[in-house]
């Protein structure tokens, strides 16, 4: 297992080293002046501002030492500051983080846990009336757009409910009521395509897993079915569940940004929309490395579980 662990961890700083390269050549390789592309259509900027500030960025050095000042500084902590409000990057990027993170993790909640027993249902009652209808709705959750689905939401709200608020965000530590309130709508729009997409990846593993032998035995001996379903065939069908699991995390990471435009929700998908806007450029770089990094660490983790829980990876 030691082993396994080991070479996991080898493997993520490879990937981590990877993407902190793309992320760095990132703005560099497009055509043309990064300053300038930054600057866009200003023209009150002067050369001896743009100067001025390609040193203030690092620009002015070589890309190795600029690479290796930047990378080192990332590992401290230190982004750098935002160039329109003079405020530490990685403050900035604190400050919208914990909402994208409830955000994903409300979303993944919803979606996942739900999956389980759904996908079960369904392979246990396949080719019956329920299995037919609850793939349908899930076929249904997969071409519904999250945000299509949000603005629906609010909608139907408004006019059902016009005094539940169901857009910004209010700190869970001043309101946790207000918090859960406007993060329930947000939250279902991102997990409908999540529960319909591992709700069905759950019914196929379990077909498969029910069709074992070990299940036939485990049948054979008596077993109650919710025993043979729940403790012998689910654990083996579990291991691609927990792959796409992993795998939606890290579009969940970034992919919300859609939905936190629609509900007003202040998380980094409208940073790093802002900062674009803005050509806000060690603010683009660091959001984007620290999304990337999140996704890196989530299948580290996920990697962690097939080891607990196959136990052939562990040989």
Not at 156 to 168: H, M, R
Not at 181 to 193: F, G, K, S, W
Not at 239 to 266: D, R
């Amino acid at each position: 297992m030691n082993r396994v662990l080991l070479a996991r961890l080898i493997d993520l700083v490879i990937v981590l080293f990877g993407v902190s390269v793309i992320v760095f050549l990132m703005i560099r390789l497009i055509p043309g002046d990064a300053v300038a592309i930054m600057l866009g259509a200003n023209t009150e900027i002067t050369p001896e501002r743009m100067a001025e500030l390609n040193r203030r960025v690092g620009l002015d050095r070589p890309i190795v030492e600029q690479y290796l000042l930047w990378a080192g500084n990332a590992l401290r902590g230190d982004f750098g500051t935002s160039l329109w409000t003079g405020r530490p990057v990685a403050g900035e990027i604190l400050l919208h983080l914990w909402p994208t993170l409830e955000l994903t993790f409300l979303a993944l909640l919803v979606g996942a846990v739900l999956a389980v027993p759904v996908g079960c249902l369904m392979a246990q009652t396949r080719g019956g009336a329920a299995d037919v209808v609850m793939r349908v709705t899930a076929i249904a959750g997969l071409t519904i757009p999250s945000f299509w689905l949000g603005i629906v939401l609010i909608l139907l709200l408004s006019s059902w409910a016009p005094g539940f608020a169901s857009l910004g965000y209010v700190p869970f530590s001043e309101d946790p009521l207000g918090n859960l309130q406007r993060m329930m709508l947000p939250a279902i729009a991102l997990a409908l395509p999540i529960l319909a997409n591992l709700s069905r990846l759950v019914r196929s593993a379990m077909l498969d897993a029910l069709g074992q032998d070990y299940v036939r035995t485990a049948r054979a001996k008596g077993l109650s079915e919710r025993r043979v379903v729940y403790k012998h065939a689910l654990r083996n069908a579990l291991i691609p569940f927990l792959t796409s699991v992993g795998i939606m995390t890290g579009y969940l990471l970034g992919g919300a940004i859609v939905v936190e435009q629609v509900f007003a929700i202040p998380g980094l998908g409208r940073l790093i929309l802002g900062a674009i806007a803005e050509r806000n450029y060690p603010l683009i770089q660091a959001t984007i490395l620290v999304v990337t990094a999140g996704f890196v660490f989530v299948n580290f983790l996920v990697d962690f579980l097939y080891i607990v829980v196959d136990p052939r990876v562990r040989a």
